[in-house]
């Protein structure tokens, strides 16, 4: 059991000496825990075995699921990739910093275990104050997935990195709560065209106005795949709830009609039941459910996406036996916000 420090950090305006003292634990072998502009990451040195080891431990997290190199300016990239084409310079003009990972060949001196054994490596350049000045300042690569248990959803504030990481970490350094609140969208370059693995904040439609042609791996509707492809970005999904998650999806007046059924005959059986709902319809529910938790309104994806991960911890803290959760439109953002709750329901889905 490490002792595990938490300080707050001015988001527009870090603290240099702070971010220094991180560096040096980073530099000294040791795992802080960070905001970024999407979900707070697990930072270590990523071009050391020893310390990317460290983060795998920490988790609990599979060491074939890889991991981002987090760089602080588009210059880095070269250090740990080839075939920097016309396109990743595109790309990079175009969405970094972001929330927007490019998949390249690895260079052979990263260590394999950073990529999860694969001979790609993603690499990413944060939007955020606090990330990027720790990364320089370490002056070296921060490998760094989300600074949440494996399994549990991404931390958008430091109280979730607390909950799941206290005494497995040296540091956490709060900068507030996470602007964008889903994942940086992965996008593999070694492909042609490229693949988005893994939906994110950048929308595929964003992505082809600057490079054509982008093919998706989790397609609109559709789970992730059991079997076949095994990109790490299918295999894993992003967490696994204690509470078992119906996603309704359909004509939204039929879905609350139905949600409304299914939490009267689960009261029946006396269930406590659990409601994910839009801001527009949180009284359609309220005499249905034990509790209703809004994520946002569904005309404001931006939000949705920004309180995904805290809507479900927090209603998970109530421990309902069931969560019934409202679908969202798949357009734009909208993709990446059902790819999460698609994978948190787990084949639970309900068209209606
Ligand atoms: P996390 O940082 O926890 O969001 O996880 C990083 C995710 O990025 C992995 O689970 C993969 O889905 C994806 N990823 C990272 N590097 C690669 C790679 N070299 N090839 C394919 N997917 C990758
Ligand atoms: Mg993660």
Same mark, same amino acid.
């Given at each position: 059991?490490?002792?595990?420090?938490?300080?707050?950090?001015?988001?527009?305006?870090?603290?240099?000496?702070?971010?220094?003292?991180?560096?040096?634990?980073?530099?000294n072998?040791?795992?802080?825990?960070?905001?970024?502009e999407?979900?707070?990451?697990?930072?270590?040195?990523?071009?050391?075995?020893?310390?990317?080891?460290?983060?795998?431990?920490?988790?609990?997290?599979?060491?074939d699921?890889p991991?981002?190199?987090?760089?602080?300016?588009? +210059?880095?990239?070269?250090q740990?990739?080839?075939?920097?084409?016309?396109?990743?310079?595109?790309?990079?003009?175009?969405?970094?910093p972001?929330?927007?990972t490019?998949?390249?060949?690895?260079?052979?001196?990263v260590?394999?275990?950073?990529s999860?054994g694969?001979? $790609?490596i993603?690499?990413?350049?944060?939007?955020?104050?606090?990330?990027?000045?720790?990364?320089?300042?370490?002056?070296?690569?921060?490998?760094?997935?989300?600074?949440?248990?494996?399994?549990?959803?991404?931390?958008?504030?430091?109280?979730?990195?607390?909950?799941?990481?206290?005494g497995r970490i040296?540091?956490v350094?709060?900068?507030?709560?996470?602007?964008?609140?889903?994942?940086? $969208?992965?996008?593999?370059?070694?492909?042609?065209p490229?693949?988005?693995?893994?939906?994110?904040?950048?929308?595929?439609?964003?992505?082809? +106005?600057?490079?054509?042609?982008?093919?998706s791996?989790?397609?609109?509707n559709?789970?992730?795949?059991?079997?076949?492809?095994?990109l790490p970005?299918?295999?894993?999904?992003?967490?696994?709830?204690?509470?078992?998650?119906?996603?309704?999806?359909?004509?939204p007046?039929?879905?609350?009609?139905?949600i409304?059924?299914e939490?009267e005959?689960?009261?029946?059986?006396?269930?406590k039941?659990?409601?994910i709902?839009?801001?527009?319809?949180?009284?359609?529910?309220?005499?249905?459910?034990?509790?209703?938790?809004?994520?946002?309104?569904?005309?404001?994806? $931006?939000?949705?996406?920004?309180?995904l991960?805290?809507?479900?911890?927090?209603?998970?803290?109530?421990?309902v036996?069931?969560?019934?959760?409202?679908?969202?439109? +798949?357009?734009?953002?909208?993709?990446a916000v059902m790819?999460?709750?698609?994978?948190?329901?787990?084949?639970?889905?309900?068209?209606?």
């Amino acid at each position: 059991m490490k002792e595990t420090r938490i300080v707050k950090v001015n988001p527009d305006s870090p603290d240099i000496h702070e971010i220094r003292q991180a560096a040096s634990i980073i530099r000294n072998g040791g795992l802080v825990a960070f905001p970024t502009e999407t979900v707070y990451g697990l930072g270590a040195d990523g071009l050391r075995e020893d310390t990317v080891n460290k983060i795998f431990i920490a988790k609990g997290r599979p060491q074939d699921n890889p991991l981002i190199l987090h760089v602080s300016s588009p +210059d880095d990239i070269s250090q740990v990739a080839t075939c920097i084409s016309p396109v990743v310079d595109k790309l990079v003009e175009g969405f970094w910093p972001g929330p927007l990972t490019l998949v390249l060949p690895k260079k052979p001196h990263v260590p394999d275990v950073v990529s999860g054994g694969l001979p $790609t490596i993603g690499v990413r350049m944060p939007d955020n104050l606090i990330a990027l000045t720790l990364i320089a300042e370490s002056g070296t690569l921060l490998a760094a997935p989300s600074a949440n248990l494996s399994g549990r959803p991404s931390p958008t504030q430091a109280s979730h990195v607390v909950d799941d990481m206290w005494g497995r970490i040296d540091l956490v350094l709060d900068g507030g709560p996470t602007r964008l609140g889903v994942e940086s $969208t992965v996008l593999d370059l070694t492909q042609d065209p490229p693949l988005i693995l893994r939906p994110g904040s950048v929308t595929r439609e964003e992505l082809e +106005d600057v490079v054509g042609v982008v093919n998706s791996l989790a397609e609109k509707n559709e789970e992730r795949p059991s079997s076949g492809k095994t990109l790490p970005a299918a295999k894993y999904p992003h967490y696994i709830l204690d509470t078992p998650l119906f996603l309704f999806e359909g004509e939204p007046q039929a879905v609350i009609k139905r949600i409304q059924e299914e939490a009267e005959k689960l009261r029946e059986r006396s269930k406590k039941v659990g409601i994910i709902s839009s801001l527009e319809n949180k009284e359609q529910y309220l005499d249905y459910a034990d509790v209703v938790e809004v994520v946002g309104s569904r005309y404001d994806m $931006t939000k949705v996406a920004a309180s995904l991960y805290s809507t479900l911890r927090e209603v998970e803290a109530h421990k309902v036996h069931v969560l019934l959760a409202e679908g969202f439109s +798949d357009r734009g953002l909208g993709f990446a916000v059902m790819n999460r709750l698609r994978e948190a329901a787990r084949g639970r889905v309900i068209h209606v």
